[in-house]
């Protein structure tokens, strides 16, 4: 006879936790905020009663922010309270998800030892069809670069008003000085592996791509960006909704709309494969 369980047992636990470890690829005390999906809540939120791993959501910030942002500034929890989902929001600084020259490997630690680590510290699917990556402005960029070098790794990656298009950022100087520490002398984004048409074109036959959700309001200062990426992306032969959010501007309240928007695609996507 099957054993009875509890609706606690059956469920996983609920947790909001800061997470700090010393990253041997920054060489310092890293902090890292993650929400674990839960088997029950209180009033007014939803639930995941889904025995299996949870999915995961690498959750990027913004070149301004850290890794508390995105609970600060959204409903992000909220929004996936009634998911199997695992979301991990860590923080680089203004690196642009790089390696800088003169500073710190980000770029090693967000594709590399970052998920490593949460999968020895916590019980996570690590199956590429479980694994999700996005992000707003600078972590639009970081997302897209993460997905585009690594297409095995993903299932789905998102561009919320994404700085895609590092060329164009690198000479008008749209960040100041502080990309000299991330690029140092270099001349020239275009072609390299920083640039994410470049790695559209490298890796448009992959044996395996994930689906690209890249959103921007149309009176964003990126938005030129985004209206030359998404293109290059089709031309490419990448799976890539795309949305335009009329008069909106660089701001938290169309983020806050389009984590949202993203997680419950996720799972709208996951109901329609599973047909």
Known sequence: MKEQRSETERGIPMAFLQVQ??????????????????????????????????????????????????????????????HNLAIIMPAVNHSFYCNETYGEKYWDYVSDELPRTM???FRLSNKPEDTYVAGLSMGGYGAMRLALTYPEHFAGAASFSGAVDLETIFYQR???????????????????????????????????KPWLYVSCGTKDFLFDQHKAFVPNLRKNGWDVMSYEEPDAIHEWGFWDQ??????????????????
């Open 119 to 121: 999968h020895r510290f």
């Open 21 to 82: 470890f010393f990253s041997a690829a920054l060489n310092v005390a890293s902090t890292v905020n993650v929400i674990l999906p839960e088997a029950n809540q209180g009033i007014g939120m939803g639930a995941s009663r889904d025995e299996r791993l949870p999915k995961v959501l690498y959750l990027l910030h913004g070149y301004s922010d850290d890794h508390s942002i995105w609970m600060r500034r959204t409903s992000v929890e909220r929004y996936a309270a009634n």
């Open 174 to 208: 749209h960040i100041g000085t502080e990309i000299d520490r991330v690029f140092g002398d270099q001349k020239q984004i275009k072609g390299t592996e920083y640039d994410l048409f470049y790695l559209t074109e490298k890796n448009a036959k992959a044996a395996h």
């Open 258 to 275: 389009q984590i949202k928007a993203f997680i419950e695609l996720i799972y709208a996507r996951e109901d329609t494969e599973g047909d």
